[in-house]
C-alpha cells in the first residue's frame, strides 16, 4: 500500500506543473467568419487570403478565417446588419452601404467629386477619412483601412452617351437616398435592388440599366444584359475593411494592432488587385461581346450630377467640407 506524504503530494504535484503541454488541449484558433459577395477569383475575395497570411505570420494557430463567397451570406445590408450582430465577423463594405447608419459616410459617394485614385486616397488618409471612422465606430463597425472599388460607370443595353438619353429610363440603384438623387436629378426612375438579384431584373426588364464598376459588373456577368458601358466615372466607389464590434473590441492590444496592419496592407493589396482585374474585366466583356464607350459632353453630365451636393451639405458636414474635399 502506497502512503501518501506531504512529500511525494509536492513532487506529483511539481511533476504535473512541469507538464503543461501533455496534460493541457491546445487553445482552438478562433474562428472568423467573413462575408463577400463576388466569387473567390475577385479581389473581394482575395484580399482576405493576404489578411489571413499576415495574421498567422505574427499570430501563429491563434485565428482561422472562414471566407464565404458569392453572397452566400446575404446582399450588402444583410452583411452589414450580421456584422453589427456580430454573426458575422468581417467583411468589406461599401460607403454607399453603410450610409443608412452613418450618413456622413456619403460625403465620399457624391458625384463628380473626385478627378481619380490618388485625390480619392487623400481624402480618405486625412481628415475626412478620420472623421468618417469615428463615425462608423459609433455605429458599431471598426473600420482600420478604406479601399477603393474604383469607378461607377453606367450600364445598359445601348449607348447612353448624353443626359438626355438616360431621362425617362429605369435604373437599378442601391439601397441610399443619394444614388436615388442623383438618376432623378437626371430624370431617371431609380429602383433599389439587392446586387445578386440585378441579373435576373435587368434581363427580365425590371430595370432598364444601373451603375457599378467594371470589376464588379464582370464578376456578376453582367455583360449578358447589359452589355454598353459608358464611361461616366461619376462616382469612385469607396469602402472599408469592416469587423464587428464584438470581435474586434474582443481582441487583446497585440492582436488588434496586427489585425490593424493587416488591414491596411491588405487595403493597398485590394487597389492593386482591382486595377489588374479592370484590365482582365474590360478584356471578358469584350470578348463576349460587351463595349466601352466615352459620354458626350462631359460638362453637361458633372453639372447635373453635382447640383445634388447642396442637398447633402447638411447631411456630410456642409458645403465647405464638400468643397474641401474637391479640391484636396
Avoid at 446588419?81 to 443608412?100: D, V
Avoid at 481619380?116 to 488618409?125: E, L, P, Q, S, Y
Wanted: no cysteine.
Amino acid at each position: 500500500m502506497m502512503t501518501i506524504t506531504r512529500r511525494t503530494l509536492l513532487s506529483g504535484t511539481a511533476a504535473l506543473l512541469a507538464a503543461p503541454a501533455i496534460l493541457r488541449p491546445a487553445r482552438a484558433a478562433t474562428r472568423i467568419t467573413v462575408a463577400s459577395l463576388l466569387g473567390r477569383d475577385k479581389p473581394e475575395t482575395l484580399v482576405w487570403t493576404r489578411i489571413a497570411e499576415l495574421v498567422e505570420a505574427e499570430l501563429p494557430g491563434a485565428f482561422s478565417f472562414n471566407v464565404v463567397p458569392n453572397a452566400a451570406l446575404g446582399a450588402e445590408r444583410e452583411v452589414a446588419e450580421g456584422l453589427r450582430l456580430g454573426s458575422i465577423q468581417a467583411s468589406l463594405l461599401t460607403l454607399s452601404a453603410l450610409s443608412a447608419w452613418a450618413p456622413g459616410t456619403q460625403l465620399l459617394d457624391l458625384p463628380f467629386l473626385f478627378r481619380d485614385r490618388a485625390h480619392f486616397a487623400r481624402t480618405v488618409n486625412g481628415e475626412t477619412g478620420r472623421m468618417l471612422t469615428e463615425e462608423l465606430t459609433v455605429q458599431g463597425f471598426r473600420t482600420p483601412a478604406f479601399v477603393n472599388y474604383g469607378a461607377r460607370n453606367l450600364l445598359a443595353k445601348e449607348a447612353l452617351v448624353t443626359p438626355e438619353t438616360v431621362k425617362g429610363r429605369r435604373i437599378r440603384v442601391i439601397q441610399s437616398p443619394l444614388h436615388g438623387a442623383l438618376w432623378q436629378a437626371f430624370g431617371a426612375y431609380p429602383t433599389a435592388i439587392p446586387i445578386p438579384e440585378t441579373y435576373n431584373a435587368l434581363q427580365n426588364g425590371v430595370v432598364d440599366m444601373m451603375d457599378l464598376t467594371i470589376s464588379a459588373s464582370a464578376g456578376f456577368r453582367l455583360y449578358e444584359v447589359v452589355p454598353v458601358t459608358t464611361r461616366t466615372r461619376h462616382i469612385w466607389a469607396g469602402g472599408v475593411v469592416a469587423f464587428s464590434a464584438s470581435f474586434w473590441d474582443g481582441l487583446d492590444a497585440e492582436q488588434r494592432d496586427v489585425f490593424e496592419r493587416a488591414a491596411v496592407t491588405g487595403a493597398r493589396h485590394f487597389d492593386e488587385l482591382v486595377m489588374k482585374d479592370e484590365v482582365a474585366a474590360t478584356q471578358l466583356v469584350e470578348d463576349n461581346g460587351g463595349s466601352f464607350i466615352e459620354p458626350d459632353d462631359r460638362a453637361a453630365w458633372e453639372r447635373i450630377g453635382r447640383s445634388v451636393w447642396p442637398a447633402f451639405a447638411e447631411t456630410v458636414g456642409g458645403m465647405a467640407r464638400i468643397e474641401a474635399a474637391a479640391a484636396a
